[in-house]
């Protein structure tokens, strides 16, 4: 069985800030965006900075790669119904934070956006997504592209390629089958596990460095006591959720029976309402009354009539 190696989010606090940890993270978002990533530095900025008291459900890191890039990638343990709105705030602010003032537009970094998220974001079943930005035609239904100008200018072949673009791994809807190097790191982001085949860039620093046993007596037993924090804020927070979820379906029996005695008295009244239309229907039959008065003065329809 493998061997379990520290979470990603108490690596991403304590080792990866590390240059010698560098190549780990670099690895992972080499196979998330599909080319190579060199870490240039870590980076501090107002949404980032750590501190001992930081609030377990979140961690994050900022990075800028060789091509002058920012990159922050965010774990999120527990549920935040803004998070969506959260990304973008994010993204908004490194933009203006990394812009002196004076510069041109052109001078604006582009801005990665990488979320590991723990809980169940949104409405869907995949367990990767990605966003990015495009123009499209509402007429003719082409896509807006940069000018032959603005390609050699900006190095650009695309408008996305200005704009933020924003991943979010939804950790909990991997089947734990990795068919690919990608999915080697999403194994790892589940499991904390590495598998003796797995291949993908920077895994294999990971299997190296980021052992549990690799600790040094005073992080291991801060380790161990962040992972019992972490257990207990789940156990809190699913306690809640249960809590609220039978209160709930109280609340609805109550509003149920509330709701059908109300129901009951209507559809009472009504019946009986529909019997006494039936009644003076039969009598006036019986007197040999005609049917065609005997329907305007009830309601009832010639058939019911006739069926009396």
Avoid at 253 to 281: M, R, S, T, Y
Avoid at 287 to 295: L, N, P, R, S, V
């Amino acid at each position: 069985m493998p061997q379990t190696h520290i979470r990603f989010d108490w690596a991403i606090k304590k080792l990866l800030r590390n240059k010698a940890n560098y190549v780990v993270l670099a690895g992972f978002l080499s196979e998330l965006l599909g080319k190579q990533i060199k870490i240039q530095s870590i980076l501090e900025s107002e949404s980032n900075r750590q501190a001992e008291d930081d609030k377990l459900n979140r961690v994050d890191i900022l990075a800028e790669n060789d091509q002058g890039e920012l990159i922050l990638v965010e774990v999120q343990n527990s549920t935040e119904q803004d998070y969506f709105h959260r990304m973008l705030y994010g993204t908004a602010k490194l933009i203006t934070e990394f812009l002196e003032k004076g510069e041109p537009y052109s001078k604006v970094k582009k801005v990665y956006s990488v979320n590991i998220v723990y809980f169940s974001l949104g409405q869907g079943d995949d367990y990767i997504y990605q966003g990015k930005l495009d123009f499209h035609g509402l007429h003719l239904k082409d896509k807006l592209k940069p000018s032959i100008n603005q390609k050699k200018l900006f190095n650009i072949k695309k408008v996305s390629e200005i704009f933020p673009e924003y991943y979010v791994i939804k950790v909990n809807n991997f089947n734990d089958v990795a068919k690919d190097t990608l999915d080697e790191w999403i194994y790892f982001l589940k499991k904390s596990q590495i598998k003796e085949e797995f291949t993908a860039q920077g895994l294999a620093e990971a299997k190296a460095n980021l052992l549990v046993d690799s600790l040094s007596e005073e992080e291991r037993a801060n380790y161990l006591r962040y992972m019992e924090n972490r257990r207990y804020e789940v156990s809190i927070i699913e306690g809640s959720r249960s809590e609220g979820r039978l209160e709930g379906i109280e609340e609805g029996i109550k509003q149920g029976l509330e709701e059908g005695i109300k129901q009951g008295k209507q559809q009472g009244l009504e019946q009986g309402k529909q019997q006494e239309k039936v009644n003076i229907a039969r009598t006036f039959k019986h007197k040999g009354i005609d049917i065609e008065t005997i329907a305007e003065a009830t309601g009832l329809t010639r058939t019911e009539i006739e069926e009396l």
